[in-house]
């Protein structure tokens, strides 16, 4: 049974082949397509089905058709049609692909009449070995397969059957065999890693005849994945030689369902690809014509998938991508044929010249019409409107002016296409009416987020409340009040394309009016506006966002906002709390922008190479995309509010983390300050950096760190700068750290002003107060190096001795014996300093001792940066990866945790248990040998061979919250008041300088009751621990060394990876319920003084959990003062 398509639409193929004409395609029916889009396809298609709802399709060219499905041609012919089909694979190997893995089915293959091959594939398992095979009969003997891989590539010659030869260099050959069976056929074992993602093949007999489908056969094996969709994009963009717009939405369409499969990055790759083709970056015509109808067809037919994927997408971010691909898209439909007969119809009521006919001649339209014929595009939008535009001034230069206003097309570019534009038009005023009826012709076909088009186009679908908000913004485009409108259209407009129909029409108006809404808010002068302006203006814009944002954290940020705004406004403790709303929206744009420029970027840099795209857009694309959306608006919102609300609270627009009388030295300006980790500078240094992530070591020679982003006071990097007597602020004001960056290369000093302001002046190099010895040289006494002697593999918390363990655990110990009982503290166990050794020296290990020892002497005999960071990543995976545990040591730390109820009985008698514990273990070992961690102790001076890693093995507390306190106040040195920083969930967040504020207040130790607050927390995620885990913690000699910190150098690892959640403070205690706080702040201080009294008054640096009404304590150390 066939259906035959007569001059249809090429797209039309797709419709058909899945559905035709709302019947199941049945098995042995074909599907042929006559006339001029028949070269599109191959003309006819042979459809069979071996299980309900699988089809294949192979396209079988019309001229071949009565030569029994095939060609007969001379060998050297048929090798070079053959090599030849290589570079058209995808566009004449047209097929319905499944999106999932093709195992246990059969293809069959119609090649001539009664004739047919068929491929069973199928996954077998054998001898711990998984693999595919594919099993090819043929009904006849004789017949030779002619074959390749994916895009004509050769397969792995170590899976090729038997009989196998290479005849070119992208195709072999393997003749069929007979089977025991009596059947004819080749037997493939493919080995799973090294699966392609389809077979592609042509038949040829003894005779000489070729079997090729006007192309190939081709069976797929396993799913579209990112690099297949890739390359068949690049394909077809670098090597087709008739290729347009036309082809490439045909291409679209056809492989948005295997994007959508894919994830996030295909999406995000089919939007780079769409977005390259509407900044013209790739070719829209190339030796391609189509018809008005056709190209109607293909825009429509794609950007209808794409209102789908926008509005029924399976996750968040492929209805981001979709609704992003959709705004480049025209929306395709409308009168097209009045395009083609439009002009032509003008040309002839008008008397002008067209073809022979006699009349006025106009060069300018006769080319036009001539392209409107053959590959009419969004272009013509802007053509019709340049030339309305001459025709009421007689101006050419006005002509290019509009042309490339209205649409970035140059003169050199219309005088360069297939169809090329060099005519300049005759001033035929008269025709201006008929011009601007088809202009709108023009927008109904090509134009996509046209405010005015879409109204129209989409009426239809709304209902009177929003077609008259609708219009009255048309009528009132420049009033004050127009973005509040556009929001309440939006979200109405929302109701209907989230609810029944998506409608291409009512998706495009909603993107338009999202459009008009951030040039609205572009408009508007921040700098005049008010505080309460400013903060109705942010709700305003993220309530837009969120409408197609297709995020629950933007959400949960708009619902705090608006929870803020509600209450007594323009006091010091609202200001502190604005200021938390404020900077968590901060982080949550931040995020969303980032995961936008993350994920197209990397695809614009492969596609734009690919294609020969220009760098500049290439190395601009991400950040244009990001620049483009109108979330973007809320950056410059945000940094004027932000200044408004720290004058409000009091707050200087710097937060000084570690402060010393001065800072002298050289400045010099980094991105980061991880990006000078292990350096050593022989003069003072003041750095300048926008980023500073708080687990950095400061470098030697560094006198000062001003920095752009938020430092917790008690992170890593703000103990180790107090420490090292290293300066170290926070700027909040983008325009002042701006001004500092000029200060580069010169010789400054920096002082802390009386209100808390850094001050930065410029002095003379000789007047550095002689700071350069001081300040830039530290070495360690050979005194603080020591021999671990090693008595036993595991220790009990009462086996806790110095010179066994390192500081961590001895503090446990002392903690345990001196502490209330109130005060809780999880069970501990250690393998102490020393065990590593033994490990890695234990036969049982000898394979990974050798190449270990080894990259230790490599690591000490080089100082090439590259191969430092190359050998230590090698020591650290061979210390995870490779180590095997001695028996005798898992059954000591096995029978010592459950001793001590650290873990259930027998629960690392389970060997996945078990494994978890043993890589935690490893890993917490390795961090010896991290870039940050040998880095740093090169630039002290301690060799290797000082520093011993125990690990301290603890339960860790379900926690609800995480606290560290310094008992004596960081900054103020005042023993009677105590600093303390609270985090929801683990404080891994808190001392990793996770971006954002914690919640941060002082007490006097004498008045619980009077806590000032600093800042309410806005930190974008909380780290959970899995419920029953263990941590192994770094328990190094680090601490125990003189003139050395070693505190978070090395890891710490949870043995179930804790969760991240991101935090919704508009319903956290720790902000709304005033109640709570106080017995929360109250408990974690009387902690506090009661460590600092069990170590005999000492200040302490403590670091704990409040979970359900208890506080417990992870660890305390002395507190550090310089």
């Known amino acids: 049974m066939a259906l035959a398509l007569f001059d249809a639409p090429s797209s039309v193929f797709s419709r058909a082949v899945a559905n035709r004409a709302g019947n199941p395609v049945a098995a042995g029916d074909s599907l042929r397509i006559h006339g001029k889009n028949a070269r599109n396809f191959g003309a006819a298609i042979v459809l069979s089905r071996e299980r309900p709802g699988r089809c294949v399709c192979s396209a079988v060219d019309d001229e071949c058709s009565s030569q029994a499905y095939g060609s007969t041609m001379t060998s050297i012919d048929a090798q070079a049609q053959v090599s030849a089909c290589a570079s058209a694979t995808s566009h004449r190997c047209s097929i319905l692909q499944d999106l999932e893995s093709h195992v246990d089915e059969t293809f069959t293959f119609v090649f001539k009449p009664e004739s047919a091959v068929t491929v069973t594939v199928s996954l077998k398992d054998a001898l711990n070995e998984t693999f595919y095979e594919v099993l090819l009969s043929a009904p006849l003997g004789g017949l030779t397969l002619h074959w390749a891989v994916n895009n004509w590539s050769l397969p792995s010659a170590s899976w090729w059957p038997s009989g196998t030869v290479q005849v070119t260099d992208r195709a072999i050959e393997t003749p069929f065999t007979r089977s025991e069976s009596g059947s004819w056929e080749i037997s493939m074992k493919i080995p799973e890693l090294e699966v392609p993602r389809c077979l592609v093949f042509v038949l040829k007999d003894t005779d000489g005849a070729w079997y090729n489908n006007n192309g190939c056969f081709q069976v797929p094996l396993k799913c579209f994945e990112l690099n297949d969709l890739m390359e068949q994009v690049i394909l077809s963009e670098t090597t087709f030689d008739n290729w347009s717009l036309f082809n490439r939405f045909i291409l679209a369409s056809e492989l948005v369902d295997a994007a959508e499969e894919i994830g996030a990055n295909g999406m995000a790759f089919m939007y780079t690809w769409l977005r390259f083709s509407a900044l013209k970056q790739l070719t829209w015509y190339r030796k391609c014509n189509y018809q008005s109808k056709d190209i109607a067809y293909v825009q429509e037919r794609l950007a209808s998938l794409m209102a789908e994927k926008a509005a029924r997408g399976k996750d968040p971010t492929i209805k981001k991508f979709a609704r992003l691909i959709l705004s480049t898209l025209p929306r395709g439909g409308g009168d097209a044929d009045q395009i083609r007969m439009g002009i032509l119809n003008i040309m002839r009521e008008n008397g002008i010249r067209e073809g022979h006919r006699p009349g006025i001649e106009d060069h300018f339209l006769e080319q036009w019409h001539q392209k409107l014929h053959t590959n009419t595009s969004s272009e013509d939008i802007h053509i019709c409107e340049a030339y309305l535009h001459f025709l009421r001034t007689n101006n050419m230069d006005n002509f290019y002016q509009t042309l490339w206003n209205n649409g970035r097309i140059s003169k050199e570019w219309i005088e360069t296409m297939d169809h090329p534009i060099t005519g300049h038009p005759v001033h035929l005023p008269h025709l201006i009416p008929a011009f601007q009826h088809f202009l709108w012709i023009l927008k109904t076909v090509h134009s996509g987020a046209d405010l005015d088009v879409m109204a129209e186009m989409s009426k239809g679908y709304l209902d009177d409340e929003i077609k008259s908000i609708i219009y009255n913004i048309l009528g009132n485009r420049d009033a004050w009040w127009i973005p509040g409108e556009l929001v309440k259209a939006r979200k109405k407009l929302e109701k209907v394309w989230r609810g029944g129909l998506v409608q291409r029409d009512v998706m495009l108006l909603d993107i338009a009016l999202n459009n008009f809404f951030g040039l609205s808010i572009g408009r508007i002068d921040k700098s005049a506006l008010s505080g309460d302006d400013l903060c109705e203006l942010l709700s305003l814009v993220l309530e837009n966002c969120c409408i197609d944002a297709e995020s629950e954290e933007l959400n949960m940020c708009l619902k705090y906002w608006n929870k803020v705004k509600a209450e007594p406004r323009w006091t010091s403790t609202w200001a502190l709390l604005a200021m938390s709303a404020a900077d968590r929206i901060a982080l949550s744009v931040e995020d969303y922008m980032d995961h936008i420029y993350k994920i197209v970027q990397p695809n614009a840099e492969i596609l734009g190479k690919a294609c020969g795209i220009a760098e500049s857009y290439i190395k601009n694309f991400g950040e244009e995309v990001v620049r483009g959306q109108v979330l973007f608006n809320i950056s410059g919102l945000l940094q004027r509010l932000q200044s408004i609300l720290r004058g409000t609270a009091g707050l200087s627009t710097w937060q000084v983390v570690s402060h010393q009388p001065s800072a002298v030295g050289k400045v010099v300006v980094l991105p980061t300050l991880s990006s000078i980790q292990g350096l050593t500078y022989s003069e003072p240094h003041v750095v300048l950096t926008e980023k500073v992530d708080g687990m950095e070591d400061i470098p030697v020679g560094v006198t000062a760190v001003l920095c752009a982003s938020t430092v917790d006071m008690l992170s890593h990097v703000a103990i180790r700068a107090r420490d090292s007597q290293v300066l170290l602020s926070s700027c909040f004001s983008s325009e002042e750290f701006g001004s500092l960056k000029s200060f580069s290369g010169q010789h400054v000093l920096v002082n802390i002003g009386a209100s808390g302001q850094v001050l930065v002046s410029e002095c003379d190099e000789c007047a550095e107060h002689d700071l350069k010895a001081e300040n830039c040289t530290t070495h360690v006494k050979t005194s603080s190096i020591r021999n671990y002697q090693l008595e036993k593999l595991v220790l009990s918390e009462d086996e806790f001795e110095e010179g066994k363990v390192g500081a961590k655990s001895i503090k446990i110990s002392m903690m345990r014996k001196a502490l209330d009982k109130s005060v809780l503290l999880p069970p501990s166990i250690a393998l102490p300093l020393g065990v590593f050794e033994s490990v890695m020296n234990d036969p049982i290990n000898s394979g990974v001792n050798s190449p270990f020892g080894f990259s230790l002497q490599r690591l000490k005999a080089t100082s090439d940066s590259e191969r430092i960071s190359t050998e230590l990543a090698r020591i650290r995976g061979l210390v995870r990866t490779k180590l095997t545990v001695p028996k005798d040591l898992k059954r000591q730390v096995t029978s010592v945790a459950e001793a001590c109820g650290l873990i259930p009985t027998g629960a690392w008698e389970n060997e996945d248990n078990w494994e978890k514990a043993w890589q935690a273990i490893c890993q917490v070992w390795s961090s010896k040998w991290t870039d940050r961690a040998w880095l740093s102790r090169r630039a002290h001076g301690i060799p290797d061979e000082a520093l011993f890693m125990g690990c301290l093995i603890q339960k860790v507390i379900a926690t609800d919250y995480a606290f560290?306190?310094?008992?004596?106040?960081?900054?103020?040195?005042?023993?009677?008041?105590?600093?303390?920083?609270?985090?929801?969930?683990?404080?891994?967040?808190?001392?990793?300088?996770?971006?954002?504020?914690?919640?941060?207040?002082?007490?006097?130790?004498?008045?619980?009751?009077?806590?000032?607050?600093?800042?309410?927390?806005?930190?974008?995620?909380?780290?959970?621990?899995?419920?029953?885990?263990?941590?192994?913690?770094?328990?190094?000699?680090?601490?125990?060394?003189?003139?050395?910190?070693?505190?978070?150098?090395?890891?710490?690892?949870?043995?179930?990876?804790?969760?991240e959640v991101v935090l919704d403070y508009s319903e956290e205690r720790l902000i709304w319920d005033h109640a709570f706080r106080g017995q929360l702040l109250k408990a974690v201080c009387q902690v506090g003084i009661n460590v600092e009294a069990a170590f005999n008054g000492q200040p302490q640096d403590i670091e704990g959990v409040y979970s359900s009404g208890n506080v417990a304590i992870v660890q305390s150390r002395p507190q550090i003062l310089n």
Do not use: Q, W
């Not at 300088?993 to 800042?1015: C, D, Q």
């Open 964 to 1059: 560290v306190i310094h008992t004596m106040h960081p900054i103020a040195k005042d023993p009677e008041l105590m600093f303390c920083e609270i985090v929801p969930g683990l404080g891994e967040v808190l001392v990793g300088n996770h971006k954002g504020s914690a919640f941060s207040f002082t007490v006097a130790k004498s008045n619980l009751e009077e806590a000032r607050i600093l800042s309410l927390p806005s930190k974008r995620v909380g780290l959970f621990a899995a419920e029953g885990t263990v941590i192994a913690r770094s328990d190094s000699n680090g601490e125990d060394l003189e003139g050395f910190s070693g505190a978070g150098l090395y890891d710490s690892v949870t043995v179930d990876v804790s969760k």
